[in-house]
């Protein structure tokens, strides 16, 4: 069953011990009144200038940590902890290398009371869901990044979550494959109606897969502003990327993150290193 997500004014610090013959502890805070509503079955993209709090939210959502003030709801209920009804896929792929690739995605489904045979039939059900029927004998080191990483999404699929957490998924990929899966994750979206919140660092990625991209403001992470994206069919072209309505929105996104990079840099909070990348402070 699909889900909704709700934040309530929620703030999240965290304490910092001192260095070396540094002063004593201080609090730093990561995320400041943040209020936001993803209806079941969205899209919705984040981005924000690195230290900007993306993967504090993304944690705060699968209830591996807690907010310091305010909630996080789920279908009206407040997470306290992880559960089931929330899958998360991160950048690293997290496989077990001597499983595999059908026992990595059974793993998890033992806790839910499933027999062998139940176990397999639905491991084997979404591998086809994301293109590895046939890839079940498969060990982690056996196919690509890629194949790694559409291993991860079965996995977290499996259980058959209302929402499905990404913590930039596809970074570590060359373009080709990210483009790939890119299409990929929005065909099975569209097939399984999962609400789905994805971190990207990327502005375009975050354009071409939201229909809504939330922009976060420098440290401390506050909503700066929601883009709404309106692209219609994104299977009506072969080369969305270079449609008008598609070069505008991703000019917005760029506008707004920019002006964060900006204000993140002369805080001290991020710092460009000689390549041109970011880095936190």
Known sequence: MTSGIELRGVTKDFVVRPGRGGPGTSVLRALEDVSLCVPPGEFLTLVGPSGSGKTTLLDLLGGLSRPTAGSVLVDGREVTGPGLDRGIVFQQYALFPWRTTLANVTFGLEQLGLTRRERTERAREHLALVGLDGFEDRYPHELSGGMKQRVAIARS??????????????????????????????????????????????????????????????????????????LGDRRSTNDLRSDPAFVRYRHDVWTLLHDEVRRAQEAGHLKVQPDGTERAA
């Open 157 to 230: 699929l499996a259980y058959r979550p209302g929402i499905l957490l990404m913590d930039e998924p596809f970074a570590a990929l060359d373009a080709q494959t990210r483009d790939q899966l890119q299409d990929e994750l929005l065909r099975i979206w569209r097939a399984t109606g999962t609400t789905v919140v994805f971190i990207t660092h990327r502005i375009e990625e975050a354009v071409y897969l939201g229909q809504r991209v939330a922009v976060l403001s420098s440290r401390p992470g506050r909503l700066k502003a929601l883009v709404d994206i309106d």
